[in-house]
């Protein structure tokens, strides 16, 4: 089993900056993630990574502001946001799959089968 417990969250400025920080336990999965959901909306995909390489990827909304990494010594994952807007406001996700998913389909939360249990993101105007 893998378990991931986010924090981090809070509530921020638009500009300013929040750093998120997801905790993982049990065996190591191939695919890490965040993932966001606003009441009503879908649940979107942030931003994904490779646990056994460098590979990052984005969604369109949060390239060149947010920035994933990890810390493999300490089994930790963490999303850098800065430059935060309004629409940023959201429950963030962390989130891992045991599959090793394409690039096409790594910020599709469907393919993700642990998930932690979200903290609240809110960014006021």
């Known amino acids: 089993q893998v378990q991931l417990v986010e924090s981090g969250g809070g509530s921020v400025q638009a500009g300013g900056s929040l750093r998120l920080t997801c905790v993982t336990s049990?065996?190591?999965?191939?695919?890490m993630a965040w993932f966001r959901q606003a009441p009503g909306k879908e649940r979107e995909g942030v931003a994904a990574?490779?646990?056994?390489?460098?590979?990052?990827y984005y969604g369109d909304s949060v390239k060149g502001r947010f920035t994933i990494s990890q810390d493999s010594a300490v089994n930790e994952m963490y999303l850098q946001m800065n430059s935060l807007k309004p629409e940023d406001t959201a429950m963030y996700y962390c989130?891992?799959?045991?599959?090793?998913?394409?690039?096409?389909?790594?910020?599709?939360?469907?393919?993700?089968?642990?998930w932690g249990q979200g903290t609240q993101v809110t960014v006021s105007s």
């Open positions: 989130a891992a799959s045991s599959s090793l998913l394409t690039a096409e389909s790594v910020l599709d939360y469907r393919r993700y089968n642990f």
């Open positions: 990574l490779y646990t056994r390489g460098s590979s990052t």
């Open positions: 049990g065996y190591k999965t191939l695919r």
